[in-house]
């Protein structure tokens, strides 16, 4: 007997322009983000009926995150982390997920500073 474990949906360095950071050079221009995220899915309909209805779009996701970091005039990478994780949740009715936001000139000398996230539903 087999049995599939540990589907998910993976969306891996979304890059996104917005206006982040604290200080007023960093909120006159929009800067580069990367975003990737994942969340659970169970792929057992989707995979017999390869409807896409029956599974999450993920091109989907992608626009509604792309255009909630956008939209958005946050201070902190870290602000905008959690938000995002809610909307995508509610938006998409997801169990949780995972994500990180990566800032890449946020320091010079390396690729950027980044922070990362999981948020489940409790009682799921």
Same mark, same amino acid.
């Given at each position: ?14 890059? *996104? ?10 909120? =006159? $221009? @929009?800067? %580069? #983000?990367?975003?990737?995220?994942? !969340? ?28 909630? *970091? ?10 905008? =982390? $959690? @938000?995002? %994780? #809610?909307?995508?949740?509610?938006? !998409? ?32």
């Amino acid at each position: 007997m087999w049995r599939f474990e540990g589907e998910s949906i993976h969306i891996d360095n979304l890059r *996104v322009h917005c206006i982040i950071g604290v200080n007023a050079s960093e909120r =006159a $221009r @929009e800067q %580069a #983000l990367i975003v990737s995220l994942s !969340f659970p899915a169970d792929f057992s309909r989707p995979a017999q009926s390869e409807v896409l209805e029956h599974t999450v779009d993920y091109a989907a996701v992608a626009d509604v995150a792309r255009e909630f *970091v956008r939209g958005g005039r946050f201070r902190l990478l870290e602000t905008l =982390a $959690r @938000e995002l %994780a #809610l909307h995508l949740c509610q938006r !998409f009715d997801l169990p949780g997920v995972t994500l990180r936001v990566r800032k890449p000139a946020a320091i010079d000398d390396c690729d950027g500073a980044a922070v990362s996230l999981t948020l489940t539903r409790e009682g799921r």
